[in-house]
């Protein structure tokens, strides 16, 4: 017996010397295909030693890139089908553990990508003051102010009260239980936030520090929108310490009082018999977008643009994020059956867009605010809103009204496209891709001040309020560590 041992013991020496030669030998991984995200080596400092960050960071790189990481991952998928399935049918559950990925960094179109999308637009100088001789605008869009300025908000902005919020269409409670951060019920798939009061008390002093490292000549608008586990999810994933509507609430209360709050939850919960969010994706659609940018309306003092004013097109068969984090489980497949589609509205005013590796603004690429033909070589239909998440993107239209920027993480990119009707100029800024390991550095105040902005609109979703990782990127482009 003590032979077997001693054979098993080598056997399992021999085999751990041979993986540690090959993580020597190979190529570290870029990314994870199946998870959709990319791996970014942390770059050593003594501050960020000090600070305590550089060590998880380093341990997290080395677990991603772990020799033969992916297939081990799909091994595993593939074993936890015994695990996970259920003879129930299509209303059979799927609770899956997520990690804090949506922090880190987003996706967005390659340059072949961007080409086919849709046809270039003309070439452009590098991104010049807003122009403040007016244009005509197109008869279809509202009437302008009658300066740059943005409108003053009004005094009081009446509550919505709609006659009847449509029935939510909810699983029974014996459906699910708890034990993760993704759902899957019959054919939709949701993520399911957790209230973490410090973070979100965070999260609000963050946007705090925005607002005053912008100044007073700025405002500061606060969007904070629901995700469709709020709404789709049984009652015990939206209620108690995972009811976003709590969690919105309680973020806003934590804010000055000079931050302009917007109140989209309410539009959105009278609309949930419409198709506001996808099934198989973590986003809302564009429709949701819009019910969410007409609330912001409403608290910013702009007039909506009726929906039916907007051009329409659509994109069949699309399979989203929620999709891809399920795939190798037997509940995916009846996502599968029942794909998404997804359908976008055109920008009414004209524009040119370029997007931007940082805050110099120099060799900017040109973009498109709404791409129309992507290909089958784009799954992730999504990325057609500005190209996806781009460090800086730049949108002009020829609508004469004030500059802004927009801090966003991809829950924006489907609502940045109706702000055109509204501001000359919108810079899109996401600050996942700046002031961290390996990114370019960026001071928010000073870039606002050489760009002469008006009014910075921060857009997020629970699961970012609830992010110590967003939270940190977005203190460090107030200039707060």
């Excluded at 010397?17 to 190979?26: H, K, M, P």
């Excluded at 370019?440 to 309020?465: C, H, K, R, T, W």
Aim: aromatic share 12%; with cysteine; hydrophobic share 35%.
């Amino acid at each position: 017996m003590k032979k077997v041992y001693t054979a098993l013991l080598l056997i399992l020496l021999a085999a751990m010397f041979s993986v540690g030669v090959y993580s020597l030998a190979d190529y570290d991984a870029t990314g994870s295909v199946s998870e959709k995200r990319e791996f970014v080596k942390p770059e050593f400092s003594v501050k960020s030693l000090l600070d305590g960050t550089y060590i998880p960071a380093l341990e997290q790189y080395y677990s991603d890139t772990f020799p033969g990481r992916e297939s081990l991952l799909q091994a595993n998928r593939t074993l936890n089908k015994f695990y996970y399935y259920s003879g129930s049918g299509g209303d059979s559950v799927l609770i899956l553990n997520q990690t804090d990925s949506a922090a880190q960094g987003g996706e967005s179109l390659d340059a072949v990508q961007r080409a086919n999308g849709q046809t270039p637009q003309p070439e452009q100088t590098e991104p010049a003051a807003p122009d403040t001789t007016p244009e005509p605008q197109p008869d279809t869009t509202p009437e302008p102010a009658d300066s740059t300025q943005p409108p003053e908000p009004p005094e009081e902005q009446p509550e919505e009260q709609p006659e009847a919020d449509p029935e939510l269409d909810t699983p029974e409670e014996s459906d699910a239980s708890y034990a993760g951060s993704v759902v899957v019920v019959g054919d939709r798939a949701m993520e399911i936030p957790t209230r973490l009061d410090d973070l979100i008390t965070s999260y609000a002093g963050a946007v705090d520090n925005l607002a005053s490292a912008m100044g007073p000549d700025v405002r500061t608008i606060s969007l904070i929108t629901p995700n469709g586990g709020e709404f789709y999810s049984p009652e015990s994933l939206h209620t108690g310490e995972h009811s976003q509507k709590d969690m919105i609430d309680f973020c806003y209360s934590q804010m000055d009082d000079k931050i302009i709050t917007v109140d989209a939850y309410s539009k959105l919960r009278s609309h949930t018999d419409e198709y506001i969010y996808f099934r198989t994706d973590h986003h809302w659609t564009q429709l949701g977008a819009y019910y969410a940018y007409t609330a912001f309306c409403e608290a910013a003092g702009f007039e909506a643009v009726p929906l039916e004013q907007f051009q329409m097109g659509r994109y069949d068969t699309f399979l989203g994020s929620m999709y891809g984090f399920t795939e190798g489980y037997p509940q995916s497949e009846v996502l599968k059956q029942h794909p998404d589609y997804l359908e976008y509205y055109l920008p009414i005013a004209d524009t040119h867009a370029r997007y931007y590796a940082n805050g110099n603004l120099e060799n900017g690429t040109p973009v498109s605010v709404v791409y129309t033909e992507l290909g089958d070589s784009v799954s992730n239909k999504y990325l057609c809103f500005i190209g996806g998440d781009t460090p800086i993107c730049i949108i002009e239209s020829d609508v004469p009204g004030p500059t802004c920027i927009v801090l966003k993480e991809s829950y924006g990119n489907a609502f940045v496209p109706f702000l055109t009707s509204h501001y000359g100029r919108i810079i899109v800024i996401d600050p996942r891709e700046f002031n961290r390991d390996g990114k370019p550095s960026l001071n928010l105040a000073e870039f606002a001040a050489d760009q002469g902005v008006d009014d910075l609109i921060v857009i997020n979703y629970p699961y970012m309020i609830n992010s110590k990782a967003f939270i940190r990127y977005l203190n460090a482009l107030a200039g707060v560590q």
